[in-house]
């Protein structure tokens, strides 16, 4: 899953980049509106977390154009204190849920779970396929109750499949899914990350869709 964090202050951009980055999702970050409102318009984020006070742009006026423009990715706005008329202006321009800062890291990441599970349509944190569950809060897949041991890509694309399970996803859903964009991309690794992924869980349960991609299953 893939989080476009659009934030000014370099030191909390930073600090949302990191813990983004440790809980297993890819990365991108603008610090201008215009550059945040081009790479939400263009990249396939599965969730944004705006500011709303930036340089060339404001955070509402990205987000009015986003979904005047029909993008529907999750937003969560990050307002000041005491400005509940942002958050009202926020909530009314598009956005799905907001935080006031300053906040715990915990909490973001608690609340961005919950709008990336609810737009792929999935009520729990915990994300079930046959004997394979994948809980999102801790990044951790396990099968039969056995932790999978996985590197951060690997995860990734098991997550990645996870929220879309039983759908065809092609390679360059999954490529645009599991890297930033400024990451040296290279869809043959995502047939080794599928290859490893094989190995680690039950036969038959990614199944290679002829001229598509792969669809997660449960195994027979
Ligand atoms: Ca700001």
């Not at 935080?99 to 737009?119: C, D, G, N, S, V």
């Not at 897949?141 to 996985?150: E, F, W």
């Not at 098991?158 to 869809?187: K, W």
């Amino acid at each position: 899953m893939r989080i476009l964090v659009v934030e000014d202050e370099p030191t909390l951009a930073a600090q949302l980049a990191e813990g983004l980055s440790s809980a297993g999702y890819a990365v991108d970050v603008a610090d201008n509106g215009v550059d945040a409102h081009f790479m939400g318009d263009t990249e396939p984020v599965d969730a944004v977390v705006l500011d709303l006070g930036l340089p060339r742009m404001d955070g509402i006026t990205v987000l009015k154009k986003w979904r005047a423009a029909g993008r529907t990715m999750p937003v969560l706005i990050l307002t000041a204190r005491d400005t509940w008329h942002e958050k009202v202006a926020g909530i009314d321009a598009g956005a799905d849920d907001y935080l006031t800062k300053p906040f715990h890291m915990e909490e973001l990441l608690a609340r961005l779970r919950a709008l990336i599970r609810r737009a792929s349509g999935h009520a729990s944190a915990e994300l079930s396929c046959g004997p394979l569950t994948l809980d999102t809060r801790a990044s951790r897949a396990t099968v039969d109750g056995q932790a999978l041991t996985l590197t951060s890509h690997e995860y990734r694309v098991l997550a990645y499949l996870m929220h879309h399970q039983g759908e065809a996803v092609s390679r360059t859903d999954l490529v645009e899914h599991i890297y930033a964009q400024d990451f040296d991309r290279d869809s043959n690794t995502v047939e080794v990350f599928i290859a490893r992924l094989r190995k680690k869980l039950p036969p038959g349960m990614i199944e290679t869709v002829r001229g598509l991609g792969y669809r997660l299953v449960t195994p027979q």
